[in-house]
């Protein structure tokens, strides 16, 4: 996705305004505007599927071009600029200018922090891994603080206070243009290990992005981010909430509008993403053996769910007599299900449903697998359907529901002392 490029005849985009870039084609290519010319210029990209774009910088060296994030863009949807990761074309244009120009009297051989990420994206992108948490992780949390530190000068000091500020910090939400963006800080138990585990996630992009630049020799020492530097311990495990299937069939009924309801259903039928629902085609549902093909998931790896015959008839009534290219869930204007667009609807329905605190929509992932865990169903099966390798993170977040996993072992097999009650 940012790996070096050749640039010709560079067409100057409209992107000065959130309106005018909205305009534009969505898509892999970016949009861009000269700030040096033949050297230097800022560009905006954003995929169909984005709710907003980013920020690019190319600069030329050694006959190439390189490309490297520098920020997400602001929009008129719901993501004002901070001016740290969320930034207006006039603070990206001198944000960009500003590395451009510091780049001229560079070394080519320095390595910062966030070359090494744009580096980690090139990496992922070539393995066909799907890019865009690691790339929102990177823009809005890493590069802020650590982006224009070299990586050969990092010490374990600075990624610990990094990682000590990510645990305190208040969590970043979207909200209406011009309103504060970030929720309260951390004040409980609860929202400190929620703080905490989300820091540790963050720290995992750092370090194999960091990991990666070592592995490929570009720095000669991984100390500063590898064993000194330890991740919160036992913050990640949370309450897995789901669903009962009374509740379920409850809030099916309260969905609206009805194609909030069909994606909803779809959701509990297969245990699918919100993201791999969203990107469905008509195709991908095959009548005849009953699945449903996820090509894009969050792994890179495509995977076939298995419906049951009740999910098999829901795909065929939403797929029957529609072009097998078009997208299978889409919203009431006909538009693709985009990021957010879910939240306020889900909110709304499972207030009508009756279940408080409202559930998040990936709720519906934990309601088919706990569900399917409880009725009998193979940590393996559930595992391979939601898209896991193995096992293993099935049994760590669903094993304690598994009536045959462990309390059918322990009833089993736990040793038995012949003493009646009497003694």
């Not at 992005?209 to 000194?228: I, M």
Request: proline fraction near 5%.
């Amino acid at each position: 996705m940012f790996g070096p490029t050749m640039a010709g005849v560079v067409h100057e985009a409209r992107l000065a305004n959130p309106t005018a870039r909205s305009r534009l084609r969505r898509g892999r290519q970016p949009h861009w505007n000269t700030i040096f010319a033949g050297r230097a210029h800022l560009g905006w990209q954003c995929w169909p599927d984005d709710r907003a774009g980013r920020w690019l910088l190319r600069r030329r060296h050694a006959g190439t071009y390189s490309v490297e994030p520098i920020g997400l863009a602001d929009d008129d949807r719901g993501q004002p600029a901070d001016g740290v990761s969320v930034l207006t074309y006039e603070q990206a244009r001198q944000k960009a200018t500003e590395l451009a120009s510091s780049a001229e009297g560079r070394a080519p051989g320095r390595l910062t922090v966030r070359r090494a990420m744009a580096n980690y994206l090139d990496h992922l992108t070539a393995a066909g891994k799907e890019t865009r948490h690691a790339e929102a992780t990177i823009v809005a949390h890493i590069l802020p603080k650590l982006g224009d530190t070299e990586v050969a000068s990092l010490t374990s000091a600075q990624v610990r206070s990094w990682l000590t500020h990510l645990a305190t910090a208040p969590a970043r939400k979207r909200s209406p243009r011009g309103k504060q963006n970030f929720k309260p800080a951390p004040s409980d138990d609860e929202a400190m290990r929620r703080r905490r585990s989300s820091a540790n996630r963050i720290f995992v992009v750092l370090k194999a992005a960091l990991n990666h630049a070592y592995d490929e020799k570009l720095v000669s020492s991984n100390d500063a981010w590898g064993r000194r530097v330890k991740r919160f311990k036992g913050v990640d495990t949370a309450r897995t909430r789901y669903l009962t299937v009374e509740q379920a069939r409850a809030l099916i009924r309260a969905c609206e509008p009805a194609e909030f309801r069909q994606l909803v259903r779809a959701a509990l039928e297969t245990g699918c993403r919100y993201g791999e629902l969203g990107r469905l085609e008509v195709s991908d549902f095959n009548a005849d053996v009953g699945t449903v093909t996820v090509r894009r998931s969050k792994t890179a790896r495509p995977r076939h769910v298995v419906l049951t015959p009740e999910g098999a008839a829901f795909f065929r009534q939403v797929c029957t007599g529609r072009p097998s290219s078009q997208r299978m869930l889409v919203r009431a204007d006909g538009e693709p299900w985009q990021a957010s667009n879910q939240e306020r609807l889900m909110k709304d329905a499972c207030a009508r449903a009756g279940i408080d605190p409202p559930l998040p929509f990936h709720g519906l992932r934990h309601s088919w697998a706990s569900l399917a865990v409880m009725n009998g169903v193979p940590l393996i099966v559930v595992a391979r359907n939601l898209g896991h390798v193995d096992s293993k993170q099935v049994e760590h977040t669903y094993g304690h529901l598994a009536p045959s996993y462990v309390a059918d072992a322990v009833r089993a097999g736990a040793p038995r002392f012949g003493v009646s009650d009497g003694g």
